[in-house]
């Protein structure tokens, strides 16, 4: 079984930055694709950014050249790093990791930005 812990979400003023975290535990097929998601209220979960096990990165328009994700597979750990941050980031981000067999994901972690 599967389990992904994410955390390092917080409070920070706009233009700050925050790491998050996500360390998966338990069997995990070579082929994958992890990444982030978030979901503000009354909106749909949006892919924020993933990297294959491959090593191929994608990100949604809104964060490029402001979010970057990176992994360590020794560790079984993605990261994201979101740098400049804007008030419109405050929500929601889950871990996501996807696998031929299923889908899993993380509890979440509140980022909130103030301006």
């Known amino acids: 079984q599967v389990q992904l812990v994410d955390f390092g979400g917080g409070l920070v003023q706009g233009g700050g930055s925050l790491r998050l975290s996500c360390v998966a535990s338990?069997?995990?097929?070579?082929?994958?694709?992890m990444g982030w998601y978030r979901q503000a209220p009354g909106k749909q979960r949006e892919l924020v950014a993933a990297?294959?096990?491959?090593?191929?990165?994608n990100y949604v328009d809104s964060v490029k050249g402001r979010f970057t994700i990176s992994k360590d597979n020794a560790k079984n750990t993605v990261y994201l790093q979101m740098n400049s941050l804007k008030p419109e980031d405050t929500t929601v981000y889950y871990c996501?990791?996807?696998?031929?067999?299923?889908?899993?994901w993380g509890q979440g972690t509140q980022v909130t930005v103030s301006s």
């Open positions: 996501h990791l996807r696998t031929p067999a299923q889908n899993y």
């Open positions: 338990g069997t995990i097929f070579s082929s994958n694709v």
């Open positions: 990297i294959t096990s491959g090593g191929s990165i």
